[in-house]
């Protein structure tokens, strides 16, 4: 975390970088109304970085903001820049935003987001302060990311439908959710869903284990079963485990991929309100000379945590959660 000068802050941009979220719309919100509030001039940056470049930047006001916060995704858009990662690229960016008349950022997205951040700070000293939102809960330093609660029910509800497909005909599912390298997703929903086995980059992965597990269940009556597995490397590794089974165990598998479903949609309350209140802190931060950090949510309180730090691989702490899989999926 770095300190500036705040006798100059007049202006400050909001925008989004990486997937959407859900929860995105409320931390827009918040950031703006709060800024307002606090005598701020606020503008919004359209397609995050690559809206830098290309000057996509329009102010925004207390009108701007009305019936956002119960919609999905970003009403700023987002994406991946390739150019930003260049040092070049990202001076075009500063100059833009000088022109402007930007005097601090608000950058709402994830662990890439987060280093483009990181450099508009090491190399042109444009203050900036982090919101932490995609809905993989992958962010280090935060127990939670904004959109990760509406992702888990998001599937949960999926889910719960395919369980009555699964009774109906007493198949063997294979349920695939997001996470991309991690399984936050994958074990939250396959504790809430009564899963068998759940699969993640973190559990390296037992054939026989899973295959023991279904064929207890078997033994003692069961007629179906579920497994949940986060996509991993690439979404469609869920067909590549079911031909396992199928090979190794004669079972044949239904395979259901969620994908980008669990990126849409209205906001779950715990969303919209953490991201309102991640948002409205990160304003408070800037207005306190504070920057080069994120705001993380840690237990009940909300604290600033170093871009440095939150770039890190976030530790798995889900291991408790994963015994009690085991345990009640008997």
């Known amino acids: 975390m770095n300190k500036f000068d705040t006798n100059k802050l007049k202006k400050i941009a909001v925008f989004t970088s990486g997937g959407d979220a859900p929860g995105m719309n409320a931390a827009i919100r918040a950031t703006v109304r709060m800024a307002i509030y606090k005598n701020l001039e606020v503008f919004g940056i359209y397609q ?28 700023l858009k987002a994406g991946r820049c390739q150019n930003f ?74 889910i719960d439908k395919i369980r009555d497909t699964a009774a109906s005909h007493d198949r063997l599912f294979i349920v695939e959710v997001m996470g991309r390298n991690t399984g936050y997703i994958a074990i939250e929903v396959g504790l809430a869903g009564g899963a068998e086995e759940v699969i993640f980059p973190e559990n390296p992965f037992n054939l026989e284990k ?3 597990k279904i064929q207890h ?55 919209r309100m953490i991201a309102s209140r991640l948002a409205a802190q990160a304003v408070l931060s800037l207005l306190d000379g504070n920057c080069n950090h994120m705001i993380a949510l840690q237990g009940t309180s909300y604290v600033n945590v170093s871009f440095d730090e939150a770039i890190q691989k976030k530790p798995f702490t889900y291991k408790g959660l994963l015994d009690l899989v085991d345990i009640l999926s008997q």
Not at 56 to 63: A, K
Not at 244 to 260: P, Y
């Open 210 to 212: 899973v295959i023991n």
């Open 85 to 158: 990662l260049k040092p070049e690229f990202r001076k075009i960016a500063a100059q833009n935003l000088k022109v402007q008349g930007i005097d601090g950022l608000i950058c709402i997205g994830g662990d890439g987001s987060f280093r483009g951040a990181k450099a508009l700070w090491d190399e042109h000293q444009i203050p900036i302060v982090g919101v932490p939102g995609t809905i993989d809960n992958d962010i280090n330093g935060s127990e939670y990311t904004i959109g990760f609660d509406t992702a888990v029910n998001t599937a949960m509800e999926a």
């Open 217 to 271: 269940g078997i033994d003692r009556g069961k007629k179906s079963s579920i497994l949940v597995t986060a996509e991993g490397d690439k979404p469609g590794y869920a067909y590549d485990l079911a031909e396992q089974l199928k090979q190794k165990a004669n079972f044949d598998a239904k395979v259901c991929i969620l994908g980008h479903v669990q990126r849409g949609g209205s906001p779950t309350a715990l969303d």
């Open 48 to 75: 995050g970085y690559q809206g830098m470049l290309d000057n996509q930047i329009e102010p925004l006001n207390l009108g701007s903001m009305a019936n956002v916060i119960q919609r999905g995704g970003t009403v």
